[in-house]
């Protein structure tokens, strides 16, 4: 049986817009997958190499390193999740 680990951490690491449009199902630079629900979103990041950084949402990028050195692509953000250090924090 394939099973998985992932970490989970608070919503407030992403910002509104953000969660907006990950709610909207939008294309978002740096997430191959996602998937809303009553507390949050399961999200999968690509690590496919940018060509341009830029395309990146801050808060993206930022999720998208921090699991990529943990070797995670897939990470839950929830309203209950943990709050990491390092990590931008939004009030919204």
């Given amino acids: 049986m394939w099973t998985i680990t992932l970490p989970v951490v608070t919503t407030a690491h992403i910002s509104r817009a953000t969660c907006v449009a990950l709610e909207n199902r939008a294309a978002i630079a740096g997430v191959m997958e996602s998937a809303s629900y ?29 699991a990529l ?24």
């Fill in 38 to 66: 009553s507390h949050g979103f399961f999200v999968r990041f690509n690590f496919e190499p940018i060509d341009d950084m830029a395309k990146l949402l801050p808060d993206i990028a930022a999720l998208r390193c921090w």
């Fill in 69 to 92: 050195r943990r070797k995670h692509d897939w990470v839950r953000i929830d309203a209950d999740g943990d709050e990491v250090d390092g990590l931008p924090k939004f009030d919204w």
